[in-house]
């Protein structure tokens, strides 16, 4: 055994690993826990409420609206701070919350936080958009709720790891271009200019290409569950490696290394395996959704530049509508909206086959990841054997 701060230290870097499984004491500190998806929930609100508000009642309302430049530059600078204020400000407040755990403290400021986010943001909604205040104020704390259960049990630290994962891949998004576009674009620019795809798309309400497009998020996960399975199973049952110690040196458990010598490889629960998992499917469908997110850009930009709308209506025989998405209003067509979800959706489908089958794929998006859970069973071996004298049942919550 060893002291209590250096046990805690351990922990939370487990935690912030994605590895709350591991850690086999109980979760403090969950209301700062939670203070970077309430900030991030906040302010997603008030800004959609405001675009709500301003962009008129009716379609032919929002069109006259456009025809000022000083509105439409004031809506396109709306919209881009729906895209970068939320995640800046959970960013920035989570980094902040890193320090309180540490200094256990910031309890205060986290309180007055979820105050806000419970009676400040209905209030705002009654106020922009006449919402029910009493009806805002049971959604704002069931949200809350919600997201204290999701702390407790540990998914708070999973998808916080897995986010981060993914934006640090973000700087391989050269090679992802580079690699998986242009054979994505060889077939999927062919197949934006048939005028089947249009009408489909055009029939189609926006619910149903929702489905549409959960049908492939499902089929993605299914695909990534069964052989992400199988890469942890593989990882788990292989001898732990000594190289593996060298990247803890500069982690909490550097204290606890002993001649370089690794500890003996104890047998996952159920719900450490599953935990491993889930941190692999999490973030291979984050990466996922960045290039299906970069798919649906690219498409929205070259259908204004490319497709006219007398072409459109030529295809789907009727003037093209104005778009909606998530309910808010955009300056583009409505067909051209629904044409480029279903080829994101489409390219998402086929990057997240890759990025697991294909070797030069796996090589950048994959074995990055492996390398991630393979240091964790070396530190979780160590925590075990070394921090807690023997291994363990883990707690029930995280």
Known sequence: MTDERGVEAVEQWFRRRGLPAVVRGRPAQLLVR???AIVFIAVWQVLTTVLGAVDGETD???DRLLESDLFALGYGGLLLG???VPGLGSWLTARWVRRKLVERGGAGPAAVTAGVFVVVVPITDRVVAGDSVPLGLMTQFAVLAGLFAAAFVGVGSIVGWALRAAFRQLRLLGELTSRVLPLLLLFTVFGFFTT???QVGAALPRQRMWLVVGLFAVVAV???LAMLKAEVTSLTQSRTAPV???KLRETPLAPFLADDVPAERLPLTKLEQANMILVLVLTQVLQTLVLATVMFVFFVIFGIIAVQHSVI???VGRDPASGTLFGIQLPVPEELLQVSLFIAAFSGLYFAASTVTDAKYRSSFFDPLADHLAVSLVARDLYLARL??????PAETH
């Open 60 to 62: 032919a309302d929002f």
């Open 244 to 246: 593996g110690l060298d």
């Open 196 to 198: 089947e795809i249009w």
């Open 82 to 84: 729906l895209v970068v």
């Open 222 to 224: 299914a695909f990534l």
């Open 34 to 36: 939670t203070t970077p």
């Open 388 to 393: 807690l004298g023997g291994p363990r049942e």
């Open 313 to 315: 209506k030529a295809w």
